[in-house]
């Protein structure tokens, strides 16, 4: 795999200071990194604490696996892999971390500009992944991370796969299963494609525009899934947007080819009439 990976960091140029938050294997830290070239960087830096345990250290490295090689401004750029003892996973860092924690900190200061622009962003993360063939299967708002009020980056592929895993359309190893951000064939046929990200994108405009909420409340994955079955959905949150809302109905077709495809929800938000991109970013 150390030949897999594009920078195999010696340990020593690492420097581990505040825990960001904690992962499914492990802490989040900030870190300085001194380059080869020697200057130096602000890095995260993901620790896998129970080395011993087989599977742990599967998942982690599945997860730097489909981080090697993807390089866009809307995806969180994995700098590389340290071991010694512990192994370590080099991220690009998102100094202002989770969205998710973010919009509910900053509810009364974020506007549907600001959420627009987020969307658009991870829709241009997704629209990259899925022509790289790759499937994230847990988009949601607390896997997006931001480097910035005018950053947003898709983060956390955990759960993600190539599509030509062969895992990939049998049921899942037991581990949590985000059901509530999953598509019909993928609760009922544990079948994961970009169309079923497309739906969890669905989801995580919901969470954003809901200024954080959970979906469907308190609510059991079950009951979740009985409404979505009987054709029922999230509904509209208060202010945001019927276009906006629109777009989320589009992507709960239960049918994956009634769904837009990343390219059309990148489009649709590019769309003068529904947002002018152009002007904000600049
Ligand atoms: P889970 O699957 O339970 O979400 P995980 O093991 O995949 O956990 P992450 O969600 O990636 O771990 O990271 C945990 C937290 O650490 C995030 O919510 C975020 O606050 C912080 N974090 C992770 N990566 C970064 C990063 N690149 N920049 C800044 N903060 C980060």
């Given at each position: 795999l150390e030949k897999n990976v594009e920078e195999f960091i010696p340990r020593e140029n690492l420097i581990l200071r505040d825990v960001l938050g904690e992962g499914e294997f492990g802490s989040v830290y900030k870190a300085i990194y001194q380059t080869k070239e020697g200057y130096e960087e602000e890095v995260a830096v993901k620790t896998l604490h129970d080395q011993n345990r087989t599977k742990n250290k599967d998942q982690f490295l599945k997860e730097v696996k489909v981080m090697v090689g993807l390089n866009h401004h809307c995806?969180?750029?994995l700098i590389g892999l340290s071991s010694g003892p512990e192994l370590l996973m080099v991220q690009e860092l998102a100094?202002?971390?989770?969205?998710?924690?973010?919009i509910l900190k900053h509810q009364n200061n974020i506007s549907v500009s600001d959420l627009k622009l987020w969307a658009w962003q991870i829709a241009c993360g997704m629209q990259y992944l899925a022509k790289q063939k790759r499937v994230h299967r847990d988009l949601a708002a607390r896997n997006i991370l931001l480097a910035s009020r005018n950053q947003a980056k898709v983060s956390d592929f955990g759960?993600?796969?190539r599509c030509d895993d062969r895992d990939y359309y049998t049921a899942s190893q037991g581990g949590r299963?985000?059901?509530k951000w999953y598509a019909p064939e993928s609760y009922n046929l544990a079948r994961f494609t970009s169309a079923s990200d497309v739906w969890s994108y669905g989801v995580t405009l919901w969470e954003m525009f809901s200024y954080g909420q959970q979906p469907y409340g308190e609510m059991r994955g079950q009951d979740a899934i009985d409404l979505v079955e009987k054709g029922e959905r999230l509904e509209r949150p208060d202010n945001c947007p019927i276009e906006v809302y629109?777009?989320?109905?589009?992507?709960?077709?239960?049918?994956?080819?009634d769904r837009p495809t990343f390219d059309q929800l990148v489009e649709t938000f590019t769309d003068t009439t529904y947002i002018n991109v152009h002007e904000l970013v600049t």
């Open positions: 995806i969180v750029r100094p202002l971390g989770s969205m998710l924690v973010y759960l993600s796969r299963w985000p059901i629109q777009t989320m109905e589009r992507c709960w077709h239960y049918h994956e080819r």
